[in-house]
């Protein structure tokens, strides 16, 4: 069946350092993809998506692009900011309309 | 604000009992999914219904059982609870397929 794997955590990083958290999926067909966040006591908001291969999503500075060839769908940003300290969730749409989302990785900015 | 309303947001209960979630989704949403969250498992799908049929399964226990009503709030009902199933229960909506989920701010079960 479909799955994603995306990098455990904590990320602790410095404000103003460069983010990476990978992210990588096995499906068949051609999948959506998406990354959430999700801050401290609240529900995942959706924070970027891409539909098909070579799209790039991007918000709020972060970027993903999909990747068929390694199907991968690693987020980035070029320097984060303690706002944006939250647990990120990667996930992706089948065929089947399932949603399966990754265990998520906690980011911690240190001002 | 999502616009997805779950209630209770805390429900503290004993082993053995059974509860009830509710989830009302956005206004005009159709799809309505529910997800466990814990620590060691992650974001976990249990079902979704679309405009009141069961759409697809996850990984739901036979204990736990969902429905989705002419009005389109949905409920999720989790019976002779064992203390695994303390999580948090996160609802979602949307407006159909390939449309993005829109998450409730969940609700957290405590069994004990």
């Known amino acids: 069946g479909n799955s994603v794997t995306q990098m455990e955590g904590p990320v602790t990083l410095s404000e103003e350092a460069f983010l990476t958290i990978n992210c990588t999926y096995t499906?068949?067909?051609?999948?959506?993809l998406f990354w959430y966040v999700q801050y401290p006591g609240e529900g995942l908001q959706l924070l970027l998506k891409?539909?098909?291969?070579?799209d790039k999503g991007s918000n709020k500075g972060f970027e993903a692009t999909y990747r068929k060839e390694t199907t991968s769908f690693h987020l980035e940003k070029g320097s984060v900011q303690v706002s944006d300290s939250a647990v990120y969730f990667c996930a992706l749409r089948g065929r089947d309309d399932k949603i399966i989302f990754g265990k998520g990785t906690r980011l911690h900015i240190l001002p | 604000d999502s616009g997805v309303t779950q209630t209770p947001k805390h429900l503290i209960t004993a082993t053995g009992q059974r509860v009830t979630l509710r989830c009302s989704p956005r206004s005009g949403d159709l799809s309505v999914y529910w997800y466990q969250q814990s620590l060691d498992q992650g974001l976990q799908f249990l079902i979704q219904y679309y405009n009141g049929e069961e759409r697809a399964k996850g990984n739901i226990l036979e204990r736990f059982s969902a429905q989705q009503f002419p009005d389109l709030h949905s409920e999720l009902n989790l019976s002779s609870l064992e203390l695994g199933d303390s999580a948090l229960y996160f609802c979602?909506?949307?407006?159909?397929?390939?449309?993005?989920?829109?998450f409730g701010n969940g609700t957290r079960l405590t069994v004990t």
């Open positions: 891409a539909t098909k291969a070579d």
């Open positions: 979602a909506s949307s407006a159909g397929p390939s449309r993005p989920l829109h």
């Open positions: 499906a068949t067909g051609y999948p959506s």
